[in-house]
């Protein structure tokens, strides 16, 4: 019965012929005329990879997912916009009410950004010239970049701001230690305890001690203790003091250099073959829709006659 129904339709299309070969000529002129140029205008895609480069991870988030962040921040989207005025560009009135969620839409849709297995970062920026998505893709690479920098500034700020808090309380601390054993050092002789006190012993074994090492004994007995404990905390905070002033010059270094963040491994291409449309394939389907359309219409209607 199948091979019946196949034989049958076969025949009734062939003896159609003549008005299949006109809707397939007129679906072939209607996919050109509305594939042309002035009707739907061609896209290019100007692509670019990169990786992170001076990004330390955070947490457990790799230098290549933040890079991907910041690819995809609302603050890119934003300098881009200003940068290349693109409301303008993309003929979206910034009064309307509805502009940022038409512009979100248009820019979605025209930025690609996207991880390799590469664990790089592959961006596509899609436009009708062919020279300003290349423009397009260089300024979203500085700006990003720029973007990047600026928030590890704010960083590097907020860390020296705190490291010259902390060493400003750490030499203030070594300070007063500092002055304690000066007004010892002054006032009870105590200088170097150990060799001070093995001299007094020695001559501690003397009949008459002198005025000076009476005074000395005396004092490395009620001082000693405290002026140990001050020349040991000062040798400790003089050594932190030391770590963090290292610490705080390298910060220092950090937010006064200009790192970059980002390492193109391919350069955005200025792209001289269009994206989109694809007429072929626009042409092969609304020809083949309009033709089995057409064969069901036959069909339906000798099946309506008999």
């Known amino acids: 019965?199948?091979?019946?129904?196949?034989?049958?339709?076969?025949?009734?299309?062939?003896?159609?012929?003549?008005?299949?070969?006109?809707?397939?000529?007129?679906?072939?002129?209607?996919?050109?005329?509305?594939?042309?140029?002035?009707?739907?205008p061609p896209d290019y895609r100007?692509?670019?990879?990169?990786?992170?480069?001076?990004?330390?991870?955070?947490?457990?988030?790799?230098?290549?997912e933040q890079l991907f962040e910041f690819f995809n921040s609302a603050d890119t989207k934003v300098n881009l916009a200003?940068?290349?005025?693109?409301?303008?560009?993309?003929?979206?009135?910034?009064?309307?009410?509805?502009?940022?969620?038409?512009?979100?839409?248009?820019?979605?849709?025209?930025?690609?950004i996207k991880f390799t297995r590469n664990q790089s970062i592959e961006v596509g920026i899609i436009d009708v010239s062919p020279a300003f998505a290349q423009q397009l893709a260089?300024?979203?690479?500085?700006?990003?970049?720029t973007l990047i920098r600026k928030r590890k500034k704010e960083k590097y700020n907020e860390v020296v701001d705190l490291y010259s808090r902390q060493l400003k309380a750490k030499r203030s601390e070594i300070d007063s230690i500092e002055a304690?054993?000066?007004?010892?050092?002054?006032?009870?002789?105590?200088?170097?305890?150990?060799?001070?006190?093995?001299?007094?012993?020695?001559?501690?074994?003397?009949?008459?001690?002198?005025q000076t090492d009476k005074e000395l004994l005396a004092n490395l007995k009620e001082h000693s203790g405290e002026f140990t404990i001050l020349q040991s905390r000062f040798n400790v905070e003089l050594e932190?003091?030391?770590?963090?002033?290292?610490?705080?010059?390298?910060?220092?270094?950090?937010?006064?250099?200009?790192?970059?963040?980002?390492?193109?491994?391919?350069?955005?291409?200025?792209?001289?073959?269009k994206n989109s449309p694809h007429r072929m394939v626009i042409l092969l389907v609304i020809t083949f829709s309009s033709l089995l359309f057409t064969a069901f219409v036959i069909v339906l209607r000798d099946q309506s006659t008999k």
């Open 240 to 273: 932190n003091y030391r770590a963090l002033k290292q610490t705080y010059d390298k910060n220092v270094t950090d937010l006064s250099s200009n790192l970059s963040y980002i390492t193109v491994v391919s350069p955005p291409n200025l792209p001289d073959k």
């Open 82 to 112: 200003k940068r290349f005025d693109l409301f303008k560009h993309y003929y979206i009135d910034p009064a309307d009410d509805k502009a940022q969620a038409e512009f979100d839409k248009v820019y979605n849709a025209n930025v690609q």
């Open 180 to 210: 304690k054993l000066k007004f010892m050092r002054i006032n009870y002789g105590l200088l170097d305890i150990k060799s001070q006190t093995k001299n007094v012993s020695k001559n501690s074994g003397k009949k008459d001690l002198n």
């Open 138 to 145: 260089n300024g979203m690479i500085e700006e990003v970049n």
């Open 46 to 64: 100007s692509g670019f990879t990169v990786y992170p480069t001076n990004l330390i991870p955070f947490g457990k988030e790799s230098g290549v």
């Open 1 to 40: 019965m199948d091979n019946i129904n196949t034989l049958y339709i076969f025949n009734l299309l062939l003896a159609h012929w003549k008005k299949l070969s006109i809707v397939a000529v007129v679906a072939i002129g209607i996919s050109v005329i509305i594939t042309a140029p002035f009707i739907m």
